[in-house]
Nanobody, 128 residues
Framework: QVQLVEFGGGLVQTGGSLRLSCVVS????????MGWFRQAPGKEREFVAA??????????ADSVKGRFTIFRDNAKQKNTVYLEMNSLKPEDTAVYYC???????????????????WGQGTQVTVSL
């Protein structure tokens, strides 16, 4: 069974930065493509960023391009995917979730239902 735990959420002012981490345990981390999604109150879960198993293929939503970066560390002691968030805006306020899907090659996924495992989420709040 794969387990995902997110860290790094919090309260930040507009224009500030946060780095989210998602630690994966239970299986071989490099077997999985990873994604970050977010959900604001009253809204559907939306795609933020995704990365393939090796980290050489990524995608970001248009709303975060140039501000957010996804990357990963496949070293055994790390098994972590990160979301570096800069120039944060109030509209970035949401619960952020990481997700995993077993795959290979350069594949990554931008649709929530394609993922098999999810973390519990971490709250990010951007104040004016």
């Amino acid at each position: 069974q794969v387990q995902l735990v997110e860290f790094g959420g919090g309260l930040v002012q507009t224009g500030g930065s946060l780095r989210l981490s998602c630690v994966v345990s239970g299986r071989t981390f490099s077997d999985y493509a990873m994604g970050w999604f977010r959900q604001a109150p009253g809204k559907e879960r939306e795609f933020v960023a995704a990365i393939n198993w090796s980290g050489d293929s990524t995608s970001q939503a248009d709303s975060v391009k140039g501000r957010f970066t996804i990357f990963r560390d496949n070293a055994k002691q790390k098994n972590t995917v990160y979301l570096e968030m800069n120039s944060l805006k109030p509209e970035d306020t949401a619960v952020y979730y990481c997700a995993a899907r077993e795959t290979s090659g350069r594949s990554y996924y931008t649709i929530p239902r394609y993922y098999d495992y999810w973390g519990q989420g971490t709250q990010v709040t951007v104040s004016l």
